[in-house]
């Protein structure tokens, strides 16, 4: 705690302060500077996220993940509450018969203990289930042991927990209200395909927990079954799921059909189709929209960002209004944004040598729109798009998402590539969120930056503590002047 001016009468503090202010205006300009860049590595961020998410749609698309993209196909059921179905893009067009003779089914086995006193054996116990090959695990397929152990404090609900856990084809629950056990398959239909075999093999023996559970009470064996049914009234088909794929086709099974053949549907599913297209232009409309707005952002010079100083003084709307115009052209004229847009526009102008009687975007009704200040927008013909994709399904999926080199490449596979060029050149500038500051430049500059400002800050406590001391000696000179004036004048008094 400092006190100035005791003996000269001057404002020390205010002088000081005022001086200091003066010295920290190289401070708050590389201050400001730290800002500003860290506003510019966000915008940055904000763009890498919008175009990561166009990439992530093209890719997607591109991998037709849920569905096919541009080759979709629609599947109507002339008995919905009985069958089902989907269509990959290879399935053919046309109708089929489909009858349902036998619904798949879990083997089940239950047990109703009503009043009975069963006590629960301990030891080990073993069942065991069919599994298939695997080679992940190098085993061949067949029936493989799974065991529980059974301990002196274990209820039937405990143990059933026991055995859902000892294997993943088998759950098993006690309910107290009933006193019914169940032990059941999690899997419908036949597995186990040696003959008469069941799904679920207990190890047997009148000490065996399981032999003593079933002849403890009322006990009931369901078997498992396969679904069963006719495809086109001559191929009879087996699935152990209540489902089959056939043809690039998925048939459900929800009811069985008592003779009937049910008809099924495959047609093209032309909107999904432009559905599909349009999300994409849309998107790339969106990130073209925004990467030109922020090349063309007005600077606003006189707005640097404000000290902390600065923001007391002011209310939070004066802040908001200043800060806008502030953030303003902080990626005006950015070489890695110009470059982006402009290998963009140059995809749609390039053909595609493998996509049959189609080469370019515009053959199929995409592309850039008239008006130049739109910055490359595409826009769709939807009549043009529509008659390529209901003759030409194909050649269209190969012109956008072919994955082939050079002039074989789809055209929205080439953009993919170019946005994900863009992703790593922002990376390196800006980082991500979960990056270290060395491993990105703007970081680095921020480091370096902040090392500036510490090295200032030590700088101007040694100025202010040489203020002091200059201003601390002037009043002891005073004081000691003040000191010897009265003195002086003492001893006049006295002659």
């Known amino acids: 705690m400092r006190i100035g001016g005791l003996a000269s009468g001057i404002d020390t503090d205010n002088i000081i302060k005022e001086l200091m202010n003066a010295e920290r205006i190289p401070l708050n300009k590389l201050e400001q500077q730290k800002t500003k860049m860290e506003w510019q590595r966000d915008a940055f961020r904000d763009v890498n996220k919008q175009i990561f998410e166009l990439e992530r749609l093209i890719e997607n698309r591109r991998l037709n993940i849920g569905g096919s993209t541009v080759n979709p196909k629609i599947v109507s059921s002339s008995n919905e509450s009985a069958i089902t179905a989907s269509g990959s893009s290879s399935a053919g067009n046309g109708a089929y018969r489909i009858s349902v003779e036998q619904l798949a089914s879990r083997e089940m086995h239950v047990i109703d203990l009503s009043g009975q006193d069963f006590t629960i054996p301990t030891g080990e116990f073993i069942f065991m289930t069919y599994d298939e090959a695997s080679k992940e695990n190098d085993f061949q397929a067949g029936m493989y042991e799974k065991s529980i152990t059974i301990e002196e404090g274990d209820t039937l609900q405990t143990i059933a927990k026991k055995i859902s856990d ?22 419908s239909g036949i597995h186990n395909l040696n003959e008469n075999e069941d799904e679920i093999v207990f190890s047997g023996g009148n000490d065996d927990f399981f032999t003593q559970l079933f002849s403890a009470g009322t006990y009931e064996k369901v078997d ?15 699935s152990n799921e209540n489902k089959y794929t056939l043809n690039g086709i998925t048939f459900n099974f929800h009811d069985v059909t008592k003779d009937e053949n049910v008809t099924l549907t495959v047609a093209h599913d032309t909107d999904k189709a432009v559905e599909n297209i349009k999300e994409i232009v849309d998107k790339f409309n969106e990130v073209v929209e925004t990467l030109n707005d922020l090349q063309n952002e007005p600077v606003y010079r006189d707005f640097p960002p404000l000290t902390k100083e600065q923001m007391e003084e002011m209310s ?37 040598s493998e996509a049959g009687p189609i080469s370019l975007l515009a053959d199929i009704g995409i592309t850039t729109t ?38 074989s490449r789809g055209l929205f596979t080439r953009l993919e590539d170019s946005l994900q060029n863009t992703i790593n050149q922002i990376d390196k500038r800006a980082g991500k969120g979960s990056s270290t500051s060395q491993s990105y430049t703007m970081g680095r500059q921020l480091e370096s930056i902040e090392d500036r400002i510490k090295a200032f800050e030590d700088r101007l406590k040694q100025v202010e503590d040489r203020y002091w001391r200059q201003f601390t000696a002037m009043e002891r000179a005073i004081s000691m002047m003040n000191n010897q004036s009265a003195m002086l004048m003492s001893f006049g008094g006295n002659m």
Do not use: C, H
């Open 166 to 187: 000892a294997d993943k084809n088998v759950q098993a629950f006690y309910d107290e209200k009933s006193e019914t056990f169940v032990i059941e398959t999690t899997r």
């Open 370 to 407: 008239e008006n130049y200040l739109d910055g490359g927008k595409l826009e769709i013909d939807e009549e043009k798009l529509r008659k390529q994709l209901e003759e030409n399904g194909e050649n269209v999926n190969s012109l956008l998402f072919g994955t082939g080199e050079g002039t």
């Open 224 to 238: 498992a079954k396969n679904a069963k049914f006719t495809y086109n009234d001559v191929v009879e088909l087996e």
């Open 316 to 352: 939070e709307k004066e802040i908001e209004l200043w800060e806008e115009k502030a953030k303003s052209g902080l990626l005006r004229r950015d070489p890695i944004l110009s470059s982006s847009l402009t290998n963009y526009r140059s995809i749609w102008s390039s053909s595609m």
